[in-house]
Nanobody
Framework: VQLVESGGGLVQPGGSLRLSCAASGSIFNILPMGWYRQAPGKQRELVARITSGGSSNYADSVKGRFTVSREKPKNTVYLQMNSLKPEDTGVYYC?????????WGQGTQVTVSS
């Protein structure tokens, strides 16, 4: 399984970004996917998660601002981030656990700053 994130960048507070995570492997679509982030000096934290059926849950800090979705024909998961805040800055990773093994992408940097 390979996971490749894209879509990060520099954005002003209040702005938006959409991250993408493209996956290889036929098992991708039948398992949950997670988006995590890691800010400098902090532990990696779960931001959002989506099941194969499309149910989702979010960290309290991003509820109402972030939306996770998946497009199965493209083996891709998205994270739409609106009303971004400086505290959203960090490296964002997508994750999938397959038979107990965690797979991670290389990460994409999101910087929210004026």
């Amino acid at each position: 399984v390979q996971l490749v994130e894209s879509g990060g960048g520099l954005v002003q507070p209040g702005g938006s970004l959409r991250l993408s995570c493209a996956a290889s492997g036929s098992i991708f679509n039948i398992l949950p996917m997670g988006w995590y982030r890691q800010a400098p000096g902090k532990q990696r934290e779960l931001v959002a998660r989506i099941t194969s059926g499309g149910s989702s849950n979010y960290a309290d800090s991003v509820k109402g601002r972030f939306t996770v979705s998946r497009e199965k024909p493209k083996n891709t998961v998205y994270l739409q981030m609106n009303s971004l805040k400086p505290e959203d800055t960090g490296v964002y990773y997508c994750n999938q656990k397959i038979y107990g093994v965690d797979y991670w992408g290389q990460g994409t940097q999101v910087t929210v700053s004026s």
